[in-house]
C-alpha cells in the first residue's frame, strides 16, 4: 500500500512567500531574491513529506495554481500578454491589475477572483473568448520536477485537469466547452514531456467531478480521458471536497490507471467504490481530513481500511483527503495553546505523520505503532468528555429560540420611511465596508499591547487616535454614512473569536486566501457564548466625534463558522445558532447605545453552499435563519446592512432577499457588474451597494469608472434604493490609494446626484 499527498501549504512555516511577494511588489527586492524564496520553499516542503511514496509537485504557486495552469496552457489575457516587464510581472499584473504608470500607458484589470469550489481560498478566473487559443509552456513545471528529483523525492507531478480548467473559467461570445478539442493536445504533450522526465505517475485534478454535472459536461470528461489515459504517464484522477454521487460510473469508466476520492467527506461512498472498483484501477482513498485541524481517530479507521487492504492489496493508496493547502502548516510551533487543545489538533505535518502511522499499521502491523495508536485513542477521549466543549447554559437558551426570533416587526418599505425620517440621507449615498489601511503604526501598536509593552490606557488612546483619523477624512471628502476603520481588530472573524467563549486561537495557524493574503481561522472548540461587549466603546468613541450617522461593523454568525476551524462533534447548524444568539447580545447592545446602523458581513455566505443543489435548501434555511436571529431583534428604526463578496451570488439571490437586510452592499466590480444580472429574473426589493471598484488591486478608478458602473446599476435598480461603496474594506491597501480612491468615490455620488435633479 502507497502513500501520498495531493499538495502542500506553499507559504511556508512562517509566512515567507507572502513576506517576500510584497518585498518584491514594493520593489524592495529582486526577482532572483523572490525565485530563490521559492526554491528554498520547494526544498522545505519536499524534505518534509519524504516518507511518502509519492511527493506533489506543481502544487506551489507564487500567486495561484489556476492562473499558472492558464499560464502553462499560454491561456494570457490580451490585456496582460503585452505588457513590460518580465513574464513573471506580467503574471502578477493579471492577479492584481496595473495602474498606469510603471512603464504601462494603460491601466490593467486584475483578473476575476472567486472562491475555489467551497474554500475560502480565491482563485484567478481563467478567461475564454472566440480567439482563446493554448499554447504549451510547461517549463517551469518540468523544472520542479527536476529539483524534487535531485532532492530525493520521487515527484507526483499535479495539474488542473483539463475539464474543471474549463468549468471554472468564464467565458464571453463563445461555449466555453467547446475549446476542449483546442486544449486536450495540450496537455498531451505535457503528458509525453513528463514521460521524458522519468514520471510515473501524474495527478490531474478534477474536483467538477462532485458537482453537478449535465451530459454534456459529462461527456467532455469521457472524451478528455479516453484521449490523456492513452500516454505514456500513469494518471491518478484526483477528486475531492465531496462524494462522486452520480458520476460514480463515469469515474470507473475512464481508462486511468487510479482514481482518487475524498473519503472524509464522501465516506458513505467507499463500500461501493471498493465492491466495483476495476480490477486495471487502483484506488486512492483521501482518509485524513484536509480541510480541519481535529485528530484523526486512527483506531477506528484502521478497523474500516482493514477489509479494504485485505481485498485490494497494493492497489490501495492512502491520502489526506484534498490537498492540505487549506490548514496550517505545523503544530509544534504552537507553544501558546495548552496541552489539551494541543492533543485534540493535527496541522499539515502531523497530518502527514497520522498517514505514515495508518500506512505502517496496515503494511506491518498496529503492533508497530501501539504506542502512538493508544496515546491518539486516549487524546480522543478526553475531548469527548472535556468540560470545556459542553455549556448547559447556552444549550438551554438555543432550546428556546422560535421563528420569532428572525422576524422584524414591519416589513422593508415601513422601516425604509422611518429610515428616510431618522437617517436623512441624500440620493446616492456614500460609505465604506468597514476597514481602513491596517498600516505598520496600527500593527506595532497592537503587538506592543499583548506583549504587555503598553497599558490597557496607552492601547485605547492609540486605538482612538487612529480612529479620530479615519472619521476626520471621512468628513472631509464628504461620505455620508462614516465607520470607525477597524484599527482595533488584527481581522473580521478572529476579533470576535478572541472575545467569545467556545474559541482558541494559534499564533502560527496561518493559511492562504489568495497570493500573499494569509487568515488565522479560529478554532472552534466549544459551545459559544459571548462574555462582555465586543464593539460597543469603540463604535460609541467614534460616533461621539460626528453628526453623520456611523456604522456599528459585526462579523455575521455564518461567516464567524465558515471562516473557523469548526468542531465536528455537533452539526454545523447548531454551532452556528449558537453563533447567532452570541452576536445578536451585541446587535442590542450598539442599539441600545444610540448606533443608528448596524452592519452585519456575511462575506461567507455563498461559500459554505453545498457543491450539490440538492443540499442546498437545507443550508440555505439554517444559514439565512441565524443571519435573521443574529440581526432581527432591533426596533424598526435601526437600519440593518449586511456585505458579502467574491463568489458567485446569482443563484441563491432569493435565500439573500430572506435575509431581509434593509441594505446590501455587494462585490460587483470585479466581474464587471456581473452581480447585476439577478436583478434581471428578481426584483430585489431592499437597497443595495453594488461595489464600484476593486480594492484588491492598487489600481485608483476614475470618477468616469464609478459613474459609469453605477449608470449600469440604475438600470436594474431604481436610484432610490442605490448606494455607493467599495466592493470590500480597504484594510489591505495603503492610505494614498485609499484617500484617492475614495476621493473620486464621493465625487462621483456629487455628479450623480446632479445628473438626477437636473
Known amino acids: 500500500m502507497k502513500t501520498h499527498n495531493l499538495g502542500f501549504p506553499r507559504i511556508g512555516d ?98 476575476e477572483m472567486t472562491k475555489w469550489f467551497d474554500t475560502n481560498y480565491h482563485y484567478i478566473v481563467p478567461e475564454f473568448d472566440p480567439s482563446s487559443g493554448f499554447c504549451l509552456d510547461a517549463q517551469p513545471l518540468l ?87 492513452n500516454e505514456a504517464v500513469k494518471i491518478m484522477l484526483a477528486t475531492y471536497f465531496g462524494s462522486l454521487g452520480d458520476n460514480l460510473d463515469l469515474a470507473l469508466s ?38 480541519n485541524i481535529w485528530k484523526t481517530d486512527l483506531n477506528a479507521l484502521l478497523d474500516q481500511l482493514a477489509p479494504i487492504h485485505d481485498q485490494l492489496g497494493d492497489r490501495l493508496w492512502l491520502a489526506p483527503s484534498c490537498a492540505l493547502l487549506h490548514v496550517p502548516v505545523d503544530l509544534e510551533k504552537e507553544t501558546g495553546l495548552d ?76 422601516r425604509a420611511k422611518i ?46 487616535d487612529q480612529i479620530r483619523t479615519t472619521i476626520e477624512f471621512q468628513e472631509e471628502i464628504g461620505l455620508d454614512v ?32 489568495y497570493g500573499s493574503r494569509c487568515v488565522k481561522p479560529p478554532i472552534l472548540f466549544g459551545d459559544v457564548s459571548r462574555p462582555r461587549p465586543m464593539t460597543v466603546a469603540w463604535i460609541g468613541y467614534a460616533q461621539s466625534l460626528s453628526e453623520k450617522p456611523v456604522k456599528g461593523m459585526l462579523t455575521g454568525p455564518v461567516t464567524i463558522l465558515n471562516w473557523s476551524f469548526v468542531r465536528d462533534d455537533q452539526s454545523r447548524a447548531d454551532t452556528c445558532r449558537q453563533i447567532a444568539l452570541a452576536i445578536r447580545d451585541e446587535v442590542l447592545d450598539l442599539e441600545k447605545a444610540g448606533v443608528s446602523i448596524i452592519q452585519l458581513d456575511e462575506a461567507a455566505l455563498r461559500e459554505g453552499l453545498p457543491l450539490r443543489k440538492h443540499q442546498w435548501k437545507a443550508y440555505l434555511n439554517w444559514a439565512v435563519g441565524a443571519f435573521r436571529i443574529a440581526a432581527n431583534g432591533v426596533k424598526d428604526a435601526t437600519q440593518l446592512h449586511t456585505h458579502m463578496c467574491y ?18 452592499t455587494i462585490e460587483a466590480s470585479r466581474s464587471n457588474m456581473e452581480i447585476l444580472n439577478a436583478f434581471d429574473k428578481t426584483a430585489y426589493p431592499n437597497e443595495i451597494g453594488p461595489g ?30 442605490l448606494w455607493i461603496n467599495p466592493d470590500c474594506g480597504l484594510k489591505t491597501r495603503a492610505w494614498p490609494e485609499t484617500k484617492a480612491s475614495l476621493k473620486n468615490l464621493a465625487a462621483a455620488a456629487k455628479e450623480l446626484r446632479a445628473a438626477a435633479t437636473a
Not at 460609505?431 to 492601547?459: C, H, M, N, V, W
Request: glycine content about 6%; proline content about 5%; aromatic content about 8%.
Open 339 to 414: 496541552t489539551e487543545l494541543l492533543s485534540w489538533m493535527a496541522f499539515a505535518r502531523q497530518k502527514l505523520v497520522e498517514l505514515d502511522l495508518l500506512a505502517t499499521a496496515l503494511n506491518q502491523g498496529r503492533t508497530l505503532v501501539a504506542a502512538a495508536l493508544e496515546e491518539n485513542a486516549k487524546a480522543l477521549e478526553n475531548r469527548k468528555n472535556s468540560a470545556r466543549i459542553h455549556n448547559p447554559e447556552v444549550q438551554a437558551r438555543l432550546a428556546r429560540v422560535d421563528d420569532s426570533w428572525g422576524q422584524r416587526n414591519q416589513p422593508y418599505p415601513e
Open 482 to 513: 462614516l465607520v470607525h476603520g477597524e484599527a482595533e481588530r488584527n481581522d473580521m472573524v478572529e476579533y470576535f473569536g478572541e472575545q467569545l467563549d467556545g474559541f482558541a486561537f494559534s499564533r502560527y495557524g496561518w493559511v492562504q486566501s
Open 692 to 721: 464600484v471598484y476593486d480594492i484588491h488591486s492598487p489600481n485608483v478608478p476614475s470618477v468616469e469608472f464609478i459613474v459609469a458602473n453605477m449608470q449600469e446599476a440604475a438600470k436594474r435598480i431604481p436610484k432610490e434604493r
Open 254 to 291: 475512464l481508462p486511468v490507471q487510479a482514481l482518487h476520492v475524498d473519503a472524509v467527506r464522501g465516506k458513505d461512498q467507499v463500500p461501493d467504490l471498493v465492491s466495483r472498483l476495476p480490477e486495471h484501477m487502483a484506488l486512492s482513498l483521501g482518509v485524513i481530513d484536509g480541510r
Open 143 to 229: 523544472d520542479q520536477i527536476q529539483e524534487a528529483q535531485k532532492s530525493g523525492v520521487t515527484p507526483k507531478p499535479v495539474i488542473l485537469g483539463p475539464v474543471t480548467y474549463l468549468f471554472l473559467g468564464k467565458a464571453e461570445n463563445i461555449d466555453k466547452k467547446t475549446l476542449l478539442k483546442k486544449l486536450l493536445p495540450e496537455y498531451a504533450r505535457l503528458l509525453n514531456l513528463l514521460a521524458d522526465r522519468d514520471v510515473e505517475w501524474v495527478q490531474m485534478d478534477e474536483p467538477l467531478m462532485v458537482t453537478d454535472l449535465d451530459n454534456d459536461w459529462k461527456l467532455l470528461v469521457e472524451q478528455a480521458y479516453q484521449t490523456l489515459g
Open 647 to 664: 463568489s458567485e451570488f446569482n443563484d441563491i439571490i432569493d435565500a439573500i432577499t430572506r435575509m431581509d437586510a434593509d441594505v446590501i
Open 14 to 111: 512562517n509566512r515567507e512567500l507572502k513576506h517576500a511577494l510584497e518585498s518584491y511588489w514594493r520593489g524592495e527586492t529582486s526577482q532572483n531574491q523572490l525565485l530563490e524564496t521559492g526554491a528554498r520553499l520547494r526544498k522545505n516542503n519536499w524534505a518534509g513529506q519524504k516518507a511518502l511514496d509519492y511527493v506533489p509537485v506543481g502544487d506551489f504557486s507564487f500567486y495561484d495554481h489556476v492562473l499558472d495552469t492558464s499560464w502553462m496552457l499560454g491561456n494570457i489575457p490580451a490585456r496582460a500578454r503585452e505588457t513590460c516587464g518580465s513574464p513573471l510581472d506580467r503574471y502578477f499584473r493579471t492577479a492584481r491589475g496595473q495602474s498606469a504608470g510603471d512603464g504601462e500607458a494603460n491601466q490593467i484589470c486584475a483578473g
Open 419 to 464: 429610515h428616510k425620517e431618522r437617517l436623512n440621507l441624500p440620493l446616492y449615498p456614500t460609505t465604506t465596508i468597514g476597514s481602513f489601511p491596517q498600516t505598520k503604526e496600527i500593527r506595532a501598536l497592537r503587538l506592543k499591547f499583548k506583549k504587555g509593552e503598553i497599558s490597557q490606557d496607552a492601547y485605547t488612546a492609540g486605538i482612538r
